[in-house]
């Protein structure tokens, strides 16, 4: 499997030549953009291909696929990113109600249909909000993807966990949406205090060896993409995470 890696990670372990050569090193095969690395994308694509890695995936706002998809080509295009990934949807934004997030996912639709006349895939990628359940008692992420067909999801599997909902039957009932997963682990209790309660993969609480195979047999994912929000040792969380799903 070519194991790929969020550059989110490492935002705060600059500069992003040496993040790149230690990828290389440790035998990461992708990254995921965001938008922290799209300000000159000729210059960072001729840092990946210096380190052997490549950018398949790549996080864009709402706002930027809905108001500047043009400028999000050019971006895609330089870097080499063929799925369009929308990360996130901030707290103001927020819909209420079924009927709202059945509106977002509309919303999400008409990108999509926009991406994939492009020539790109599109995916959605959750974070808890969305498996907080509603006062009907219904759940954003199904009325999101319920009214959004044809995109696919990056599942952040440790977000569905912290949402307060099980991922096995989110990946039995989606799995064949699902384009890319984050694979991101939870801290065990009294640890990664400073580390907003994340964990190096396969040193937490989530049992990745059991959501690796569930994910292989049921879902169409093809991106597997290591992620810590808020690591305080850049090296240690890369190094440590490969090594762990190596051997799943």
Not at 18 to 28: D, R
Not at 192 to 204: A, F, P, R
């Amino acid at each position: 499997m070519n194991w790929s890696f969020q550059l989110y990670s490492a935002r705060n372990f600059q500069p992003w030549e040496a993040v790149l050569k230690m990828l290389g090193e440790l035998g990461y095969a992708q990254v995921e953009g965001f938008g922290g690395v799209y300000d000159d994308p000729k210059a960072f694509r001729t840092e990946l291909d210096k380190n052997g890695l490549t950018m398949p995936t790549g996080h864009f706002s709402i706002d930027a696929l809905e108001k500047d998809f043009g400028g999000v080509r050019k971006i895609a295009d330089a870097l080499g990113i063929t799925l369009l990934i929308c990360p996130y949807l901030v707290a103001e934004s927020r819909p209420t109600d079924a009927a709202g997030w059945r509106g977002f996912g509309a919303r999400l639709a008409k990108v999509g249909e926009t991406a994939e006349k492009a020539g790109y895939g599109f995916a959605w990628h959750n974070h808890d909000f969305e498996f907080k359940k509603l006062a009907d008692g219904s759940v954003p992420q199904d009325h999101i993807l319920t009214a959004a067909p044809d995109i696919g999801w990056e599942m952040d599997v440790a977000w569905v966990v912290r949402g307060g909902d099980d991922p096995l039957p989110w990946i039995e009932k989606y799995g064949k949406r699902i384009a890319a997963v984050h694979v991101k682990d939870i801290a065990k209790p009294g640890e990664g205090l400073d580390e907003d309660g994340w964990s190096d993969v396969g040193h937490g609480t989530i049992d990745w060896a059991g959501l690796i195979q569930a994910l292989r047999a049921k879902s169409a994912a093809k991106y597997y993409v290591m992620e810590q929000d808020n690591p305080n040792d850049i090296e240690r969380f890369a190094r440590r995470s490969i090594a762990a799903v190596k051997t799943y």
